[in-house]
Nanobody, 115 residues
């Protein structure tokens, strides 16, 4: 059974930082593509960042230079370091894993950035 458990969300002021974590189980983490997505109220879910098992990364234009995705294979965990947060970054952030033919999602963690 695949499980993705996010943590690290919260309420911060504009300009501050947060680090999200996603602990994965039930998949071979080392060969999975991991990603972070977000959904703001009234908007569609959008890609934030992805990280392949080869180390390739991809970021949404809106977060380039501010967010960094990384993984710790020994801990089966993927991180999203978010710096210089803006109010428009407010959303529910969800972890995503692509492994084999499966696509898996975590339950999401709320990030709120006040101005």
């Amino acid at each position: 059974q695949v499980q993705l458990v996010e943590s690290g969300g919260g309420l911060v002021q504009a300009g501050e930082s947060l680090r999200l974590s996603c602990a994965a189980s039930g998949i071979i983490f080392s060969i999975s593509t991991m990603g972070w997505y977000r959904q703001a109220p009234g908007k569609q879910r959008e890609l934030v960042a992805t990280n392949t098992f080869r180390g390739d990364t991809n970021y949404a234009d809106s977060v380039k230079g501010r967010f960094t995705i990384s993984r710790d294979v020994a801990r089966n965990t993927v991180f999203l370091q978010m710096n210089s947060l803006k109010p428009e970054d407010t959303a529910v952030y969800s972890c995503n894993a692509r492994y084999g033919n499966g696509v898996y999602w975590g339950q999401g963690t709320q990030v709120t950035v006040s101005s």
